[in-house]
């Protein structure tokens, strides 16, 4: 197969693309990423001598980009997108230009080319919070940021175009990712990399959200699975399967990464919540599981694996950490939350 993996140098379309070339002798890998502030190319550096692998460096909201990209590809598996929720409350124009229209430009171009198969990558945070149970595919969707709102979006276009024009499309929608390589703005490598530091943890609000932490290795067999067993026009949602518990909640989840790396829980922080803040994502991913797909990790050793990672690779996430444009957004999401929230 040959594969056009938009935002491939990102966290979890990079270890997509690795497995991929690693699992799959007979494979070619295109990558089309527009090396935002959480693309890397150091991401991709284990495969970037590999013959079977090319980069492109361009925009999927750009039509004349993606119709270079796609010529000769079987199969796009679309990772491309803004993901972080606090960065999507302070400027959710990205969100939209990227997840939504530019979702859409490849999926007209994708149609163009005759691609066999094209995965959208969506979220479970497209049902909105979910108190209690899990969330299945029939459910119906209630976005509460603009970034879950603009993968709603992405996604409902790529299905329109499936009834409508007969795209053969697929849709995945993941819980949280955790793992290497992931962009030290999100839970756990921020909290990691705080730690490794001695600086605060925030934490928002009473800190007793939930997430379905899922590792990154497993979210990419995931989409494996639905990239090459999957039906055409269905919606398949990929999630650890532990009990609840096993996850923790996020406070938990933190003084786990402090016990880890040795250090005391004064790090903790309650600051302000983040406005919106879904309390809880749970998905059924049964139908995944039908699929063939067998989850391997579970929390507690993915936990420790990642800690492990981090504390080992500091020079990827230094070089990040000291830049100008991860330290703007720091300022600018956090500076007013200091304040103690409880
Ligand atoms: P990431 O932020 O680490 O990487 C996103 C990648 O997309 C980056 O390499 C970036 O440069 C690229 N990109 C952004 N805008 C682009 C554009 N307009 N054109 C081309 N490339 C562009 O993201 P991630 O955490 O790896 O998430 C990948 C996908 O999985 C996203 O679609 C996200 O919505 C979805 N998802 C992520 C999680 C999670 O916990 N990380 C959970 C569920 C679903
Ligand atoms: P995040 O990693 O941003 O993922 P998402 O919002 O997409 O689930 O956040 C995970 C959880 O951690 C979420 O409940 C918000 C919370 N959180 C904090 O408490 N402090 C932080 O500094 C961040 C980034 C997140």
């Not at 945070?125 to 979006?153: I, M, N, Q």
């Not at 039906?231 to 650890?240: A, F, K, Q, T």
Request: one cysteine or more; hydrophobic letters at 40%; charged letters at 25%.
């Amino acid at each position: 197969m040959r594969l056009l993996v938009t935002g491939g140098a990102g966290f979890i379309g990079s270890e997509f693309v690795r497995s991929t070339l690693s699992e799959h002798a007979a494979d070619q890998v295109t990558v089309l990423d527009k090396l935002t502030y959480a693309g890397n190319l150091a991401n991709l550096e284990s495969v970037a001598g590999d013959t079977r692998f090319q980069f492109i460096q361009g925009d999927i909201a750009d039509p004349a980009v993606v119709e270079r990209a796609l010529r000769g590809c079987d199969a796009v598996v679309n990772f491309a997108a803004e993901t972080h929720v606090d960065r999507s409350i302070l400027e959710p124009d990205a969100f939209v230009k990227t997840d939504v229209v530019g979702t859409w430009t490849l999926a007209e171009a994708a149609r163009a080319a005759r691609v066999q198969r094209f995965v959208q990558v969506s979220t479970d945070e497209v049902y909105g919070a979910v108190l209690s149970g899990a969330s299945v595919e029939t459910d119906r969707l209630d976005p509460t940021s603009p970034y879950s709102a603009s993968k709603a979006g992405g996604e409902l276009l790529v299905m329109a175009a499936v009834k409508t024009y007969g795209l053969p499309a697929l849709v995945v929608r993941g819980a949280n990712a955790y793992g290497p390589y992931q962009y030290p703005e999100k839970l756990i490598p921020l909290h990691i990399t705080n730690a490794i530091d001695d600086q605060p943890l925030p934490v928002y609000g009473d800190g007793q959200q939930r997430r379905q932490w899922t590792h990154v290795a497993d979210f990419a067999t995931g989409i494996d699975a639905v990239l090459r067993n999957g039906v055409i026009g269905e919606i398949y949602n990929v999630g650890n399967p532990e009990p609840e518990d096993s996850l923790l909640v996020n406070l938990d989840v933190s003084r786990r990464i402090l016990s880890l790396l040795g250090k005391s829980e004064t790090l903790l922080q309650h600051v302000v919540d983040r406005p919106a803040h879904d309390r809880r994502y749970r998905v059924d991913a049964s139908k995944l599981v039908a699929l063939g797909w067998k989850p391997r990790w579970t929390f507690a050793d993915g936990l420790e694996q990642t800690v492990r990672w981090y504390a080992e690779h500091q020079e990827w996430w230094r070089s990040i950490k000291s830049g100008e444009t991860h330290q703007t957004y720091y300022a600018r999401n956090y500076a007013d939350r200091s304040a103690f929230a409880r």
